[in-house]
């Protein structure tokens, strides 16, 4: 596989459910990035980890948590969600430094019922 | 007041026309400067990166830096019905992860 991968594509889940997406990269970066898009809203960034470490949470609900245990894959665990966080989850990297260029997955469209 | 302003669209042009972009931003500081093309449904691709002034070519699309003027504009030349798609500038420094911001994104329509 090449490039940024993600899994789920698509996921369905109740309030109460607890589940993860996950992020893989194979391009070598050392940053990664979680990122939400909802419709007629910029992207909105929620987790920077650079070399393993959490380096920005851009005052994301505690529903919402990362976890990055090397620096080709990334987490994002959710429990608790509520139906305004259904949008697009976007996963991302980059070398190493803020002012690289961000090369993103294809996204798992997350509905909250 | 937005850190990345767009205009939402649509931008409607004849094949074979000039497309042609912008994009404004607020903080003085910001060093990093990208285009990214995002068809319906998909991610965002990048098209285009600059942090200099001036003009930078690549192919068929230009970007155009303005510090000064904080602005930053991206031209599609002979534009194609596939180059029909929802345009994200995206503005950053060099060191700081959480300055990094997108503007909504202008939606280019090209006609056949």
């Known amino acids: 596989e090449t490039g940024v991968t993600q899994t789920p594509r698509h996921l369905v889940m109740g309030m109460t459910n607890k589940k993860s997406l996950k992020c893989e990269q194979h391009l070598g970066h050392n940053a990664m990035y979680w990122y939400k898009q909802s419709a007629k809203k910029p992207l909105e960034l929620m987790f920077v980890?650079?070399?393993?470490?959490?380096?920005e949470n851009n005052s994301v609900p505690s529903r919402f948590s990362p976890e990055c245990p090397n620096s080709s894959h990334l987490f994002l665990h959710l429990h608790t969600l509520q139906p305004e966080d259904s949008a697009l989850y976007l996963c991302?990297?980059?070398?190493?430094?803020?002012?690289?260029?961000?090369?993103f997955g294809p996204g798992t469209r997350l509905t909250v019922l | 007041q937005k850190e990345v302003e767009q205009n939402s669209g649509p931008l409607s042009v004849p094949e074979g026309a000039i497309a042609s972009l912008n994009c404004t931003y607020s903080d003085r500081g910001s060093q990093s400067f990208f285009w990214y093309r995002q068809y319906s449904g998909k991610s965002p691709e990048l098209i285009m990166s600059?942090?200099?002034?001036g003009d930078k070519e690549d192919g068929r699309f230009t970007a155009q830096l303005n510090k000064a003027s904080q602005y930053v504009s991206l031209l599609i030349r002979d534009s194609q019905p596939s180059d029909s798609a929802t345009y994200l500038c995206?503005?950053?420094?060099?060191?700081?992860?959480?300055?990094?911001?997108f503007g909504s994104g202008t939606k280019l329509n090209v006609k056949p």
């Open positions: 995206a503005v950053g420094t060099l060191y700081n992860f959480n300055k990094f911001y």
């Open positions: 980890y650079n070399f393993k470490e959490q380096t």
């Open positions: 991302a990297s980059s070398q190493d430094s803020a002012g690289d260029t961000q090369y």
């Open positions: 600059i942090y200099s002034n």
